[in-house]
């Protein structure tokens, strides 16, 4: 067979398999229901067996696809998780959000919620977020005299954009990892593009959806609150800490990288205090400084932890298929063709993790797999695409909360705590997360273009 006839042929063996492994992923998750698990393992094994790959070559990628991705951030995501449970667990949730409403005044109270849930999303998942603050969201509306979608939707947007965008949360943390991106970069740019799609957020709430809405506060909820009555609360510095030391000390580890040469002291101090296994175990025991009660220093022991491991488990595995499935589609000619395209059309390239987010998040409905999906099916490509790790991440963690409707449990946690309609949370809420992704993801494009990242 002539060479140049075989690539061809090999290349349209691999690009057949990319689009089963699309396509598989959809069918399984939204057809059948499968978790997201097997529906990610199972085209890659088919992969495996398809004509012209070399099964030992798709053996090595496999297994060092997986274990390379989790080497580098497992632990983290765990750490991450720990320092979720504490701050759930101490009240400092309801500390940085009432230190929000004296900041911003209480006559502001959407756009301190809004505020609120820019910060607590980097370090908690934004479901369990949503279920704390909820009972102070029924509250506000209800004093304020404004209906539930005023009060709810920026806050709602607002966690879910630093969920998907910002690390250590696990999703962007592990997108960061398979795609190759500096954390403390990834961190740093990704909070500016986070704040500004947050205000998009509120905007959105308190002068479209929300005057629209007619659905009042509950009094369901009122006076109740997963806090416990005999927790004393954390004062407002050390609420914050746990969250603010790690991120200061992986972006100040980036910065320092860039300006000081290599052996000066201050980097050799930084890049061990940035290394995210040590910044974030500094966070852990800051957020466990904060317990003030025998029994839940025994609970932090233990049951917090495990709490922890369960959270992260689905993530951890997730990850880890995402490098395999990077470093499996690496190794084809697919990927180059799929940046040709690109290319040889003139299309901005910071569009296709943009769009691959947008399709995971439309396939599983969860952030979270959707920031990871784009990264492993974007990583391959970034060297044929002339795009840095960085954008790659941003463009397609903005990309993978564009849509949230009724395939999302997080929708369905908001719209039952707010007694909503369907119609009307997926017009706010779904209105809210596709306009805050949008200006995320623009404020990304004017960052790449101007050379940041």
């Known amino acids: 067979m002539d060479p140049s006839t075989a690539v061809n042929t090999s290349a349209a063996i691999s690009l057949i398999g990319f689009g089963i492994v699309i396509f ?22 088919f992969f495996g067996i398809l004509p012209g790959v070399q099964q030992n070559n798709f053996i090595d990628a496999f297994e060092s696809g997986f274990g390379s991705t989790l080497g580098s951030i497992g632990v983290v995501i765990v750490l991450g998780s720990i320092i979720a449970e504490a701050l759930k667990h101490t009240g400092a949730i309801q500390v940085i959000t009432k230190s929000m409403v004296d900041l911003v005044g209480s006559k502001r109270m959407p756009l301190a919620l809004t505020l609120s849930g820019f910060i607590i999303g980097v370090a908690i998942f934004s479901d369990v977020a ?51 991106a500096d954390i403390g970069k990834t961190i740093i740019f990704g909070s500016i593009a986070c704040l500004f799609g947050s205000l998009a957020c509120w905007a959105w709430g308190v002068f479209v959806a929300g005057p629209r809405i007619k659905t009042m506060a509950s009094d369901e909820f009122l006076g109740t609150t997963d806090a416990d009555a005999t ?28 300006f000081l ?49 369960k959270t992260s488990a689905m993530i ?24 040709a395209l690109f290319t040889d059309y003139g299309l901005p390239t910071i569009l296709l993790p943009f769009v691959m987010g947008i399709i995971g ?58 007694r909503l309609s369907v119609p009307d949370a997926v017009f706010s809420y779904g209105g809210a997360t596709l306009v805050g992704g949008l200006t995320s993801f623009m404020v990304v494009c004017l960052m790449w273009g101007a050379g940041f990242i």
């Open 361 to 418: 998040n439309m396939i599983t409905g969860s952030t979270t797999v959707g920031v990871i999906t784009a990264a492993a099916l974007v990583a391959p490509m970034l060297t044929s695409l002339n795009l840095s790790p960085e954008a790659a991440m941003l463009s397609g963690a903005s990309g993978s909360v564009i849509i949230k409707y009724v395939n999302s449990s997080y929708f369905w946690v908001c719209t039952s705590l707010t």
């Open 231 to 258: 927790v004393v609360l954390p004062s407002t510095l050390s609420s914050y800490m746990p969250i603010v030391i790690p991120i200061v000390l992986i972006g100040t580890q980036s910065v320092v990288s860039l």
């Open 24 to 45: 598989l992923l959809l069918f399984l998750i939204a057809k059948w229901k499968w978790h997201v698990f097997f529906a990610l393992l199972i085209p890659i094994i």
């Open 316 to 339: 951890l595995v997730v990850t880890g298929l995402g490098g395999s499935l990077s470093a499996i589609l690496r190794g084809t000619p697919a990927v180059d063709f799929i940046a």
């Open 130 to 180: 949503y279920v704390i603050l909820n009972p102070l969201v029924h509250s506000a509306a209800k004093s304020m005299g404004v209906g539930i979608a005023v009060m709810s939707t920026g806050l709602v947007g607002a966690l879910q954009l630093t969920h998907a965008i910002v690390p250590p949360t696990p999703g962007p943390l592990a997108a960061a990892a398979i795609v190759g």
């Open 261 to 309: 040469p290599e052996g000066h002291i201050l980097r050799t101090i930084f890049l061990y205090l940035g290394w995210p296994v040590v910044a974030l175990s500094i966070g852990v025991w800051l957020a466990y400084r904060n317990i003030t009660n025998d029994d839940d220093r025994q609970k932090a022991k233990d049951q917090w932890v495990e709490s922890a491991l």
